[in-house]
C-alpha cells in the first residue's frame, strides 16, 4: 500500500488536469495521509516534494478559474 511522493504527484497532477476542484485533491490528500497513518508507514503526503506539487496544483487551478468559494462567516 505504501505510497511515494513521486508516485502520488502525477496522481494529483492527472486528477487536476481532469478539472477535479482543489477541495477534491485536497481530500485526496488527506485519504492517503490517513491510510498511511493508519498502517504505521511513513505518510509522504508531507514531503516538501508533495507540498510544492500541491501549492502549485492550487495556484493552476485559481489560475483556470477554478476558486474555491469560501461560506460566509457564521454570525449571532
Given at each position: ?21 482543489v477541495s ?27 507540498r510544492t ?9 485559481e489560475q ?13
Amino acid at each position: 500500500m505504501s505510497a511515494q511522493h513521486d508516485a502520488l504527484t502525477p496522481f494529483l497532477a492527472d486528477r487536476a488536469e481532469d478539472n477535479l476542484s482543489v477541495s477534491f485533491l485536497e481530500m485526496a490528500t488527506v485519504a492517503i495521509a490517513a491510510m498511511h497513518d493508519a498502517a504505521g508507514q511513513e505518510n509522504p503526503c508531507t514531503s516538501r516534494m508533495m507540498r510544492t506539487a500541491t501549492q502549485g496544483l492550487v495556484c493552476q487551478s485559481e489560475q483556470a478559474g477554478r476558486t474555491q468559494r469560501k461560506a460566509a462567516a457564521l454570525t449571532a
